[in-house]
């Protein structure tokens, strides 16, 4: 794809700066041997825990070009809207989907999902009230 008119490379190269600058900063802390007691420390393998990783790192690429990618197409508050509406939906997913039996729901995670969701359901209860507000106004 070239960059005919429509495209923005700035979401994609902001994205691949940030993997060189965090990749940078765990080779120069030295926290790159951490790693390998991690991967030693994972219960389901080498080649498990590499391929989620990966997927991990994946996910989180296309995540963020796409929120950065709708601050360019859209704007900065839907981009915002959209991040905040997806923290609830990713947590009841990961307490769906995986096996967290050895992790317990302290008060910090249910005082985050819970701030998650209402600030969801407040922005909605706004864009809600301003239509309200406005068809008055016209009417």
Known sequence: M???EGYNPSPTFSSIFATIVFLDGLFITSEHHVLKAEVRGFSEGK???ILTMMGQ???WQVYWVGLVGL???VSSI???VISVCTWPIVSLLGVLFFDSGNDDLDYYKG???VSALLSVVSYFYRLRKEKRNSYETTS
């Open 47 to 49: 080649r498990a825990y």
């Open 2 to 4: 070239g960059f005919e």
């Open 57 to 59: 790192v994946g996910a």
């Open 71 to 73: 601050v360019f197409a």
């Open 78 to 80: 839907f981009s915002n």
């Open 111 to 113: 005082a985050a999902s």
